[in-house]
């Protein structure tokens, strides 16, 4: 976390997506990779609640997501936000961190091994 000039910083990952999340004191604003996200918006649903709480707090949120697939970028997006509300030490911190784990999530989809045709899944044994 860095606090200088109002200035928050959090990272949240999981699997290959990466959320930068950057907060700094203004009206509750939202921008998702340079662009303005709407209430129609994919990420928008894993978002609402945190962002409730962290506009009556005050802050202007700038995100930015890469990498992986939708479901990992938003583990990624929620995993950033609530690192940014237990650095903020708002009243609901004790809440989130028994509802919400605060560490990283380092399951990865393992590697193909060779004579496999996946990972673990090899041909079927026939005996005659």
């Excluded at 203004?26 to 609402?48: D, H």
């Excluded at 009243?91 to 004579?115: A, F, H, P, Q, W």
């Amino acid at each position: 976390m860095t606090v200088a000039n109002n200035l928050l910083r959090t990272k949240g990952r999981r699997k290959t997506s990466i959320s930068l999340l950057k907060a700094t004191l203004g009206k509750g604003n939202l921008l998702l990779n340079g662009e303005k996200v709407a209430q129609n918006s994919k990420y928008f649903r894993i978002v609402e609640p945190f962002l409730l709480l962290l506009k009556d707090a005050g802050y202007d949120l700038q995100i930015c997501l890469r990498g992986g697939g939708i479901v990992s970028q938003e583990t990624a997006l929620s995993l950033a936000i609530l690192r940014m509300l237990d650095k903020l030490d708002l009243k609901t911190s004790l809440v989130m961190r028994n509802c919400y784990s605060l560490g990283y999530d380092d399951r990865i989809k393992e590697r193909r091994k060779y004579g496999l045709k996946k990972a673990r899944k090899g041909s079927q044994y026939s005996k005659r």
